[in-house]
Nanobody, 123 residues
Framework: QVQLVESGGGLVQAGGSLKLSCAAS??????YGWFRQAPGKEREFVSA????????YYADSVKGRFTTSRDNVKNTVYLQMNSLKPKDTAVYYC??????????????????WGRGTQVTVSS
């Protein structure tokens, strides 16, 4: 049974930082993705990291501000978010897939999802 638990969300002022964590059990060395969903909007891709951590992808909207990393000993994936903007406000989800996809931005390639953590950025 694969379980993902996100943590680290909260309320922060614009320009601030947060670091999200995704603790996983039941699967190791698999690729992970971070997605987010704002109220009234569709879920969107944020970032992805390969099983080894050697490959990462970012949405253009977060490139240069967000960094994803992983600790395979702790089986935990992280999303460091800097220079946060009000438009980053959303519920953030981590997800894992069974293999590194040719299109890691696609939600369809991830088969297990966490329940999400709320990130709110005030102006």
């Amino acid at each position: 049974q694969v379980q993902l638990v996100e943590s680290g969300g909260g309320l922060v002022q614009a320009g601030g930082s947060l670091k999200l964590s995704c603790a996983a059990s039941g699967r190791s060395f698999s690729p992970y993705g971070w997605f987010r969903q704002a109220p009234g909007k569709e879920r969107e891709f944020v970032s992805a990291i390969s099983g080894s951590g050697s490959s990462t992808y970012y949405a253009d909207s977060v490139k240069g501000r967000f960094t994803t990393s992983r600790d395979n000993v702790k089986n935990t994936v992280y999303l460091q978010m800097n220079s946060l903007k009000p438009k980053d406000t959303a519920v953030y989800y981590c997800a894992t897939g069974s293999h590194w996809s040719s299109n890691p931005r696609s939600a369809a390639d991830y088969d297990y999802w966490g329940r999400g953590t709320q990130v709110t950025v005030s102006s």
